[in-house]
C-alpha cells in the first residue's frame, strides 16, 4: 500500500465509499475501495447501470460520497477548493449541452479559468479585458496571458481543431463536441484526467486520435488517466489495470487479461462476447458472439 | 464560420447610439428645440441664470426623464442577460418570468400597508426587491429539473406565476380608491414618468453598484452556461454563484419596478441582438447590453409621449409591442431549427 504521505504527485485513495442518489432505489455505488498511483492509467469498466460514471463523479468531486471518504494526495477530496481542484484535475464529460453560441476556441480558452483566477495580476488583465477590449490585439479570442494562450492553441491543435476554432459549438455533431470537450481538458494542463466514455461518439480516426494523445499525456508529462468505457477493447488497450464494476460494487481488479476472462464476461455479459487475443497487441480482444 | 464585431467597434457604435438617442430625445417632444440652439440652453443652465421656458423642459423635464430611462433600460437589459446565462436559456427575461410582476405586487403591497406609490421611497423598493426574490426562488424550484431549467416548463412556470400575481395586483388595484387609479394603472403597466435629479442621482449609484457586481461574475458565468457540473469542474461554485445572481438581479428589478412599474422584454431583445452580433462572452455582452438596453429605453419611452402627443402612452406598451412579436418570432425560429433540447 502506497502512502502518499511527502509525495506532491496526485493519488487517490478511496476507503468503503458509498453514494446513492437522493431518491434513489439504493446504492449507486457501494462498499468501494481502491489505490490509484500517481501516472497510472486505469479504466473503470462494467455492464449499463454499474455505476461507471457515478464513481467518476465521486473521483472528481462532483458528488460527495455519503459513505466513506476520497483522498486525493492523503487529504479528502471536500477539503480542496474547487478551484484548487480544477487546477489538478480535468473532467471530461459524456457531453454537455451548449445553449449559447461560444466558438470553440472560447469554450476551449475556458479550460484556463481556474488558473486565471489563481493569479492576481491576470485577473486585472481580464478586467482591463472587459472594460476595454481595445487594450488587447487579439480581440474577443483573447482570453488572460500568453500563457493561456499558449495553452489553448496547442490543446486545439492536438485535437485537430483548428480548422473549425472559430465556430459555433451549436453548429457541431456530437464527435466534434467531444473533441471539443477534450481539447478544453488539454488546456486545463491537469495531474490527473479522468474521462467518461471518450470516444463514444468518435470514429476510428478520432478514436485513435484520442488513445493516442491521452497515451503521450501520460507517458510525457505522467498525467495520471481514470477512464470509464463500456468498450471493453478500448479499455484494454488503453489501460494496465481495470477495474470491473457490477451494480455498484467492485467485482475484480487487474490487468486487461486478470479482467477480460471468458469466465467473467459470460457471467456478466449473458455469454453474448467471445473472448480471444488482439492480433498486434498483447491483450485481450472481446467481440460480438454471432 | 462565426463572424463577429469586435467589442471596440460595439462600444463605439453602441456609445454613438445612445448618445443620438438621448439628443433626439431633449430634441422631440411637445415643445421642439432645435440642436442648433442646445448649446445657449445648456449655458443658460451651466451658468445659474434665470432659465427660459425651452431651457426649463429641457434640464428640468427632459433630461432627468432621459437619464432615468436610460438607467432603467440599462439595468433591464443586464438583468435579463444574466438570468439567461444563470436559467441557461435565452428567452429569460424577468417580464416574462413574471419577476417584474412579483415585484410589482410587492411594491402594491408595499404601497397599500403604508406610503403612496407616486413616491420613491425606501419601503415600496424593499416591498419590490422582496417580491422579485420570490418570485425567482420560487420559479427556480419549480421549474428545475436535475439543475436543468427546460424552456417550456421555464416559461410555463412563469406565463402562471405572472397570471397569479397580477391577479393579486388587480385585486389590491381594486380596494384603491379611483382618483388613484389611473395613475396607478399606467404605473403598472411600465412608464417613467417625471423624474428629478436626486431620484435620477441615487438610482445611478445604486444600478452602477450592482452593474459592476453582476460583470464582476462574467466569466464565471460563461462557465455556468455550460451547466453545474462543467463550472463545478472548472473551479466555480454553482450554487454559490446561482444565489449572488438571484440576489443582486432581484434588488435591480426591485428598484426599477418600484420607479418604472413593469417594462417588458427589453431584457429579452437587447441580448439577443447583441449576441448575434458580438457572441456569448459575458465578459462583454454585460457591459455592452447596458449601453444598449439603455439607448433602447430612451428611444422606446421618446416614442411612448409623442406617438399620440399630447396624450402620454406608457411605455411598457411600446416595448411589449415591440418584444412581444419579436419573442413570438424566436420561439417560431426554435421550431423551425428543429434543435430540441433534450
Redesign the interface.
Known amino acids: 500500500m502506497n502512502e502518499m504521505t511527502g509525495n506532491s504527485r496526485p493519488g487517490y485513495r478511496l476507503d468503503g465509499v458509498g453514494f446513492r442518489y437522493p431518491g434513489g432505489a439504493g446504492w449507486a455505488v457501494h462498499d468501494v475501495a481502491l489505490t490509484i498511483e500517481p501516472g497510472e492509467v486505469v479504466a473503470i469498466i462494467g455492464p449499463n447501470g454499474s455505476g461507471k460514471s457515478t464513481f467518476l463523479?465521486l473521483l472528481?468531486?462532483?458528488l460527495v460520497p455519503q459513505e466513506g471518504l476520497v483522498h486525493l494526495d492523503g487529504q479528502p477530496l471536500e477539503r480542496y477548493g474547487?478551484?484548487a481542484?480544477?487546477?489538478r484535475?480535468?473532467?471530461v464529460?459524456q457531453s454537455?449541452?451548449?445553449?449559447?453560441?461560444?466558438?470553440v476556441r472560447?469554450?476551449v480558452a475556458?479550460?484556463r479559468?481556474?488558473h486565471r483566477?489563481a493569479h492576481r495580476v491576470e485577473r486585472l488583465d481580464?478586467w482591463k479585458?472587459?472594460?476595454?477590449?481595445?487594450s488587447l490585439p487579439v480581440?474577443?479570442a483573447g482570453m488572460g496571458s500568453q500563457t493561456d494562450r499558449k495553452a489553448v492553441q496547442a490543446a486545439l491543435a492536438e485535437m485537430e481543431l483548428e480548422p473549425i476554432a472559430?465556430?459555433?459549438v451549436?453548429e457541431l455533431s456530437g464527435g466534434e463536441r467531444q473533441k471539443v470537450l477534450l481539447a478544453r481538458a488539454l488546456a486545463?494542463q491537469p495531474a490527473i484526467l479522468l474521462l467518461d466514455e471518450p470516444t463514444a461518439a468518435l470514429d476510428w480516426h478520432h478514436q485513435s486520435l484520442v488513445y493516442r494523445r491521452v497515451r503521450a499525456l501520460n507517458q510525457e508529462r505522467g498525467v495520471t488517466v481514470v477512464l470509464v468505457s463500456h468498450d471493453l477493447n478500448l479499455a484494454a488497450l488503453f489501460a494496465r489495470r481495470l477495474v470491473l464494476l457490477d451494480r455498484g460494487r467492485i467485482r475484480r481488479v487487474g490487468s486487461p487479461d486478470e479482467v477480460l476472462t471468458q469466465a467473467e464476461l459470460d457471467a456478466l455479459y449473458a455469454r453474448a462476447v467471445i473472448v480471444d487475443r488482439h492480433p498486434s497487441a498483447d491483450a485481450p480482444r472481446v467481440t460480438l458472439r454471432p | 464560420m462565426t463572424r463577429r464585431w469586435h467589442p471596440a467597434r460595439l462600444y463605439t457604435v453602441g456609445g454613438l447610439l445612445l448618445a443620438l438617442s438621448i439628443l433626439a430625445a431633449l430634441s422631440w417632444g411637445s415643445v421642439a428645440i432645435s440642436w442648433r440652439a442646445m448649446p445657449a440652453l445648456f449655458w443658460q443652465w451651466i451658468s445659474g441664470a434665470q432659465l427660459s421656458p425651452p431651457a426649463m423642459v429641457l434640464w428640468e423635464i427632459r433630461l432627468p426623464r432621459i437619464l432615468l430611462a436610460g438607467l432603467i433600460g440599462g439595468v433591464l437589459a443586464v438583468v435579463g442577460a444574466s438570468l439567461q446565462a444563470l436559467l441557461r436559456n435565452a428567452l429569460a427575461d424577468p417580464y416574462v418570468l413574471g419577476v417584474s410582476s412579483g415585484a410589482a405586487l410587492g411594491a402594491v403591497v408595499g404601497g397599500l400597508v403604508g406610503g403612496s406609490l407616486h413616491e420613491a421611497s425606501l419601503t415600496l423598493f424593499l416591498w419590490a426587491f422582496a417580491g422579485s426574490l420570490l418570485t425567482l426562488v420560487v420559479l427556480y424550484r419549480i421549474s428545475s429539473v436535475h439543475g436543468l431549467l427546460p424552456v417550456q416548463t421555464l416559461l410555463l412556470a412563469g406565463v402562471v406565476i405572472n397570471a397569479i400575481f397580477s391577479a393579486l395586483v388587480l385585486f389590491a388595484v381594486a380596494m384603491v380608491e379611483p382618483s388613484r387609479l389611473f395613475g396607478l394603472l399606467s404605473w403598472l403597466m411600465g412608464s417613467i414618468g417625471s423624474a428629478d435629479y436626486r431620484i435620477v442621482g441615487l438610482l445611478f449609484v445604486y444600478s452602477l453598484i450592482g452593474l459592476l457586481l453582476l460583470f464582476g461574475k462574467a466569466e464565471q458565468l460563461n462557465l455556468l452556461t455550460l451547466g453545474d457540473e462543467s463550472a463545478k469542474s472548472l473551479g466555480v461554485e454553482p450554487e454559490r454563484l446561482k444565489r449572488f445572481v438571484f440576489i443582486v438581479t432581484a434588488l435591480l428589478t426591485g428598484a426599477v419596478v418600484s420607479l418604472s412599474g413593469m417594462i417588458g422584454f427589453i431584457g429579452m431583445m437587447v441580448p439577443h441582438a447583441l449576441r448575434l452580433l458580438i457572441g456569448p462572452d459575458h465578459r462583454f455582452l454585460l457591459p455592452a447590453a447596458a449601453v444598449v438596453g439603455a439607448a433602447f429605453l430612451i428611444l422606446a419611452d421618446l416614442m411612448a409621449r409623442s406617438l399620440l402627443a399630447p396624450t402620454e402612452l406608457p411605455v411598457g406598451v411600446i416595448t411589449a409591442l415591440l418584444g412581444g412579436p419579436f419573442f413570438l418570432f424566436l420561439l417560431w425560429q426554435r421550431r423551425q431549427g428543429a434543435i430540441v433540447s433534450e
Open positions: 463523479k472528481a468531486g462532483l474547487v478551484n481542484l480544477a487546477r484535475l480535468a473532467v464529460p454537455v449541452q451548449f445553449v449559447f453560441p461560444f466558438t472560447e469554450i475556458m479550460g479559468t481556474p483566477a481580464g479585458h472587459w472594460l476595454g477590449g481595445l480581440g474577443r472559430e465556430r459555433s451549436l486545463q
